[in-house]
């Protein structure tokens, strides 16, 4: 099965700052990479699928670039409401194996 | 609009089992897959198991595929896992999730609690 590794496990930034996180595959897969946003207590909001694809009614300081082994997940300007957890999942076939997760403070 | 609507918490016995529900509404059941997903108190996301409403497929996670049985059913739009000889470890969060063919999952229940506990 294909392993999932998300980098780093947890960052502070400032408000206004560009955040990037890296999500990395233990083989090549197709774009099929989606990421989620979670607060504390709540499920997963999708944010990125196809690898760069926002969803809708995502703020478009969100992007997702990449294919292969290698995607990144960038916030453009850090706001106060982005303080949460992302993972990365890929979802081509079974297992839909996640990334252990990164966790945005302020 | 999409609504998934889950059970509520449970408290168990190392050994039993339990069975939760995800009640949807706002599109055509059978029309898609749905995953379950479970997070341990204080860890990442981890995926359970993934069934089709439309032909009843299932595919489980390798560690969990021996104690866990998919159900749906169409005439209520209720998906259901089973988990049976619950460990201690068993102890998360499960939550539904909505899974279109080559889509990701886009829609969400609110989570159920499963305490595993003596």
């Known amino acids: 099965d294909i392993q999932m590794t998300q980098s780093p496990s947890s960052l502070s930034a400032s408000i206004g700052d560009r955040v990037t996180i890296t999500c990395r595959a233990s083989?090549?897969?197709?774009?099929?990479l989606a990421w989620f946003q979670q607060k504390p207590g709540k499920a997963p909001r999708l944010l990125i699928y196809?690898?760069?694809t926002l969803q809708s009614g995502v703020p478009s300081r969100f992007s997702g670039t990449g294919s292969g082994t290698d995607f990144t997940l960038t916030i453009t300007t850090l706001q106060p409401e982005d303080v949460a957890t992302y993972y990365c999942?890929?979802?081509?076939?079974?297992?839909?194996?996640f990334g252990g997760g990164t966790t945005v403070e302020i | 609009q999409v609504q998934l609507v889950q059970s509520g918490a449970e408290v168990k016995k190392p050994g039993a089992s339990v069975k939760v529900s995800c009640k949807t509404s706002?599109?055509?059941?059978?029309?898609?897959?749905f995953t379950w997903v479970r997070q341990a108190p204080g860890q990442g996301l981890e995926w359970v198991a993934w069934i089709s409403a439309n032909n009843g497929d299932t595919h489980s996670a390798l560690t969990l595929r021996d104690r866990v049985t998919l159900t749906t059913d169409s005439s209520t739009s209720t998906a259901y896992l089973e988990m049976r000889g619950l460990r201690t470890d068993d102890t998360a969060v499960y939550f539904c999730?909505?899974?279109?063919?080559?889509?990701?999952?886009?829609?969400w229940g609110q989570g159920t609690l499963v305490t595993v506990s003596s």
């Open positions: 083989q090549g897969f197709s774009d099929y």
């Open positions: 706002g599109f055509t059941f059978i029309s898609y897959g």
């Open positions: 196809a690898a760069s």
């Open positions: 999942q890929k979802y081509d076939g079974v297992p839909l194996t």
């Open positions: 999730a909505r899974k279109p063919t080559s889509q990701p999952l886009d829609y």
